[in-house]
């Protein structure tokens, strides 16, 4: 299995325990996780509400021990608030996963903002593990006019493009943040258009 943590979902039992992006897991309830498959891993994880779960941690050359309670997490796709700096009022937008209702979460938290007169937005998609498709294209056409958001090319050397719809809602300047429990693909590919595209936004 792979067994690296790309990022912890804020909120969840992990995340609060202090689990960090890139930390290894090496063993689930004392049984080591070296020739484990991901789905029996995943069974050994996801057990029932209020049940114990003992993932030990390899960080580095350190090892720890994580006594974790699985819970159930509302995930909340997006949450913003405004910042006042010395260039006036900054929109701030958290967004912690690609799920199936963060562009409609994304499109209000934009929508506010504007009403809110900002002057320009910090998109935070640090510890984001990433998510749908779908989802990300969504997204990204609520900040980019036009062009390509992303090109995927399957085996068979077939390529698909996805581009921007259009219809940005808004034009003010980006300041994306990012980290190394950021997914990066499709992220990769859709920061590398907004630094090249667009003089305003910035990663």
Do not use: C
């Amino acid at each position: 299995m792979t067994n690296n943590v790309i990022a912890p979902i804020q909120g969840t039992p992990a995340f609060r325990a202090g689990i960090l992006p890139d930390d290894v897991i090496v063993q689930i309830n004392g049984q080591k996780t070296q020739g484990m498959k991901i789905e029996d891993a995943v069974k050994r994880i996801l057990v029932p509400v209020g049940t114990k779960v003992v993932l030990t941690i390899q960080r580095g050359n350190q090892s720890q021990t994580f006594n974790l309670t699985r819970a159930n997490i509302a995930i909340h796709p997006v949450t913003y608030n405004t910042q006042t700096t010395a260039v006036g009022k900054i929109g701030y937008i958290r967004l912690p996963e690609f799920t199936q209702t963060a562009p409609q979460e994304m499109h209000r938290a934009i929508q506010a903002l504007e009403k809110q007169q900002v002057q320009g937005y910090v998109l935070d998609l640090r510890s984001d593990p990433g998510g749908l498709l779908d989802a990300s294209l969504q997204i990204a056409s609520m900040w980019l006019k036009e062009g390509a958001i992303v090109s995927l090319v399957n085996r068979d050397q077939v390529k698909d493009s996805y581009n921007a719809s259009g219809h940005p809602l808004t034009n003010k300047p980006l300041v994306i943040l990012v980290d190394k429990g950021s997914a990066m693909l499709p992220l990769d590919k859709l920061l590398d258009n907004f630094k090249n595209e667009y003089e305003w936004a910035q990663v």
